[in-house]
């Protein structure tokens, strides 16, 4: 993977591009040097830098005809512009520059100090690091969003524990950072106003992932988690229908999950759309149950077909009897309401145990597995028993990446 740090030195003294290298390479920047014009061209395009340190002072090609060029290159990184000139020289280049379209947030008069140089990219550093909504849109319409699926398994048949869906997360398939974890860009789409396009893109993805494996004889359900935004949009149920009918699918194989905070956003569109969804034979999933009360008086309201009981109060099921009791009492609650009971956040075999003896429906967690890329999802269906489970002591385990959930609002 590219390392996301960039450095490009222009300088035309050798011992000061060492400096700056040394420097930078200690603090995780990669770096590339040019001491002219002609090296600059060369290094330019296929290192991509992400900030530039810029000595006024060159020889042949000054500072100021690098910014120009720079300009009309379209440079939208950090420029550092270094030299030994005067104050009002290097103030002077600096409004060249920004007079040219570039960002140059920082002056380094020479010589540089290292203290001065590592404060400047350790600065650096930390705002390259943040993920700008920006990014996430080019990322949406680019199509760098992936989807991992989840395998959710039946308590209803003894020891078999047959894989009966799974649910699809998603994840960021970043150029320089690799996969990029949820919690790093839903709050990013819910401040930009791209939860709608964030939510659009997965169904879109679920879709066509289950016409795939339709036709390599796997037809199992989906499950895609709805933002709030979603539940007021009232085109949702006949959009959804359209993009499963262009599949020729089945409406049984995709599930959707919405969360009491996005059901109780504006509950009379949440039940209307809901509501037209169960009638075209598409299930609705209450996603973490239990991590809230505020609309617990709402949920026999909802035209639900599953309660998904949140991980959190898997956790202490192991060593609490009060968290057990809990436990027993949601159970019997969606039975009552005639819900079955998916529980997230599995991880042990007692806990599998005692919910399979509360009667609860169904299971997800990383005792069963983590979350996996299409392909090994297959293989995992198909070469899964759960026999494996309540035989032996040693946990399950895959070597797939850490679960991470679509996010908040979206699972």
Same mark, same amino acid.
């Given at each position: 993977?590219?390392?996301?740090?960039?450095?490009?030195?222009?300088?035309?003294?050798?011992?000061?591009?060492?400096?700056?290298?040394?420097?930078?390479?200690?603090?995780?920047?990669?770096?590339?040097?040019?001491?002219?014009?002609?090296?600059?061209?060369?290094?330019?395009?296929?290192?991509?830098?992400?900030?530039?340190?810029?000595?006024?002072?060159?020889?042949?090609?000054?500072?100021?005809?690098?910014?120009?060029?720079?300009?009309?290159?379209?440079?939208?990184?950090?420029?550092?512009?270094?030299?030994?000139?005067?104050?009002?020289?290097?103030?002077?280049?600096?409004?060249?520059?920004?007079?040219?379209?570039?960002?140059?947030?920082?002056? %380094?008069?020479?010589?540089? *100090? =290292?203290?001065?140089?590592?404060?400047? /990219? #350790?600065?650096?550093?930390? &705002?390259?690091? @943040?993920?700008?909504?920006?990014?996430?849109?080019?990322?949406?319409?680019?199509?760098?969003?992936?989807?991992?699926?989840?395998?959710?398994?039946?308590?209803?048949?003894?020891?078999?524990?047959?894989?009966?869906?799974?649910?699809?997360?998603?994840?960021?398939?970043?150029?320089?950072?690799?996969?990029?974890?949820?919690?790093?860009?839903?709050?990013?789409?819910?401040?930009?106003?791209?939860?709608?396009?964030?939510?659009?893109?997965?169904?879109?993805?679920?879709?066509?992932?289950?016409?795939?494996?339709?036709?390599?004889?796997?037809?199992?359900?989906?499950?895609?988690?709805?933002?709030?935004?979603?539940?007021?949009?009232?085109?949702?149920?006949?959009?959804?229908?359209? %993009?499963?009918?262009?599949? *020729? =699918?089945?409406?049984?194989?995709?599930? /959707? #999950?919405?969360?009491?905070? &996005?059901?109780? @956003?504006?509950?009379?569109?949440?039940?209307?759309?809901?509501?037209?969804?169960?009638?075209?034979?598409?299930?609705?999933?209450?996603?973490?149950?239990?991590?809230?009360?505020?609309?617990?008086?709402?949920?026999?309201?909802?035209?639900?077909?599953?309660?998904?009981?949140?991980?959190?109060?898997?956790?202490?099921?192991?060593?609490?009897?009060?968290?057990?009791?809990?436990?027993?009492?949601?159970?019997?609650?969606?039975?009552?309401?005639?819900?079955?009971?998916?529980?997230?956040?599995?991880?042990?075999?007692?806990?599998?145990?005692?919910?399979?003896?509360?009667?609860?429906?169904?299971?997800?967690?990383?005792?069963?597995?983590?979350?996996?890329?299409?392909?090994?999802?297959?293989?995992?269906?198909? *070469?899964?028993?759960?026999?494996?489970?309540?035989?032996?002591?040693?946990?399950? &385990?895959?070597? @797939?990446?850490?679960?991470?959930?679509?996010?908040?609002?979206?699972?």
């Amino acid at each position: 993977m590219t390392n996301p740090n960039r450095l490009l030195v222009i300088d035309d003294e050798s011992a000061v591009r060492a400096f700056y290298r040394d420097a930078a390479e200690a603090m995780g920047y990669a770096v590339a040097e040019a001491g002219n014009r002609a090296e600059f061209i060369e290094v330019y395009a296929s290192f991509r830098p992400t900030v530039i340190i810029l000595d006024l002072a060159m020889p042949r090609t000054d500072g100021v005809e690098f910014l120009r060029d720079l300009g009309e290159r379209q440079c939208s990184v950090p420029i550092l512009i270094a030299s030994g000139s005067d104050t009002r020289v290097l103030a002077a280049a600096q409004r060249v520059g920004r007079g040219y379209g570039l960002t140059i947030p920082q002056l %380094l008069a020479k010589p540089v *100090s =290292l203290p001065q140089l590592e404060i400047v /990219l #350790e600065a650096l550093l930390i &705002a390259s690091s @943040a993920l700008r909504c920006s990014d996430l849109q080019r990322a949406i319409e680019n199509e760098e969003l992936v989807l991992f699926y989840q395998p959710k398994v039946s308590l209803r048949h003894g020891d078999e524990l047959p894989v009966i869906g799974g649910e699809a997360l998603v994840r960021w398939q970043h150029d320089e950072r690799g996969l990029v974890e949820p919690d790093e860009f839903i709050s990013l789409a819910e401040d930009g106003g791209l939860m709608g396009a964030l939510t659009d893109t997965v169904l879109r993805q679920a879709i066509r992932q289950l016409a795939a494996w339709r036709e390599m004889g796997l037809e199992l359900p989906v499950s895609v988690n709805l933002s709030a935004s979603s539940l007021t949009d009232l085109t949702l149920p006949d959009q959804i229908s359209g %993009l499963l009918a262009a599949e *020729s =699918l089945k409406s049984s194989l995709l599930e /959707l #999950e919405v969360t009491e905070q &996005a059901a109780m @956003a504006d509950i009379t569109k949440a039940n209307d759309i809901l509501t037209r969804l169960r009638l075209k034979e598409i299930a609705v999933s209450l996603d973490d149950f239990g991590s809230g009360f505020s609309s617990l008086v709402e949920i026999y309201r909802l035209p639900l077909s599953e309660l998904k009981i949140d991980r959190s109060l898997v956790a202490e099921l192991d060593h609490s009897d009060d968290a057990r009791t809990v436990m027993r009492a949601l159970v019997a609650l969606a039975s009552m309401l005639h819900l079955p009971v998916c529980v997230e956040g599995v991880e042990t075999r007692a806990s599998l145990e005692f919910l399979q003896s509360t009667g609860c429906d169904a299971v997800q967690g990383f005792l069963i597995s983590r979350p996996l890329p299409a392909i090994q999802y297959v293989k995992f269906v198909k *070469s899964w028993t759960g026999r494996a489970i309540l035989s032996n002591e040693a946990r399950t &385990a895959s070597s @797939a990446g850490s679960v991470v959930q679509f996010g908040r609002e979206c699972g």
